[in-house]
């Protein structure tokens, strides 16, 4: 392995060793998403000179779900002060600005269709994107196909608890089935 690979192997396998690691599962309908997506790609492109991507939506989606579950995002508002107080005294350096308190990790783009996300300490959750799969469901009594996306949240149990993480991932849902709400706030 190389020299990086060694690092994060050890990492990941301290992170199961020390953290409460459990995972909770949920599924999107993506067929919202991929409408305004397709509406708006050219002109977003246009605009802004990048494509428009679906990891753009999981993470407005994370941002709007987390201030109703703020343990997912464990130890920030400390080291908010923090990085504040260095940045101030300009004495912020390029370590100060890595790590993270969550993740969003996209196996969908190889095809994985499920998979359980290792949790990075000091991190608090990280949530698994999977493919975007036709699937029948039931919608109004009749089954129809949809574009089903599966994801995967993975959490600290000892920081967050089962509420806490389904409430979120419900949450991150609501707002991709229906991306209204990530404009309007709900």
Known sequence: MSRLRQVIARRLVEAQQTAAILTTFNEVDMTAVQDLRAR????????????????????KACCAAVPVVPELNAEIESEIVRL????????????????????????GVYGSLLSTPILN????????????????????????????MSLA???????????GAVTFLVR?????????????GL
């Open 40 to 59: 708006h790609k050219k002109d977003f492109e246009a605009h802004h000179g990048v494509g428009l991507g679906f990891m753009s939506f999981f993470v």
């Open 153 to 163: 949240l993975s959490y600290d149990h000892r920081i967050v608890d089962g509420k």
């Open 84 to 107: 504040g107080g260095l940045a101030r005294d300009n004495k912020l350096s390029v370590d100060d600005l890595s790590g993270a308190t969550f993740t969003i990790s996209n196996g």
């Open 121 to 148: 300490p000091p991190q608090s959750g990280i949530l698994g994107m999977h493919k975007i799969e036709k699937r029948p469901i039931v919608v109004n009594d009749e089954i129809v196909i949809r574009p089903m």
């Open 172 to 184: 991150v849902k609501e707002a991709l089935e229906d991306p209204a709400r990530l404009l309007l």
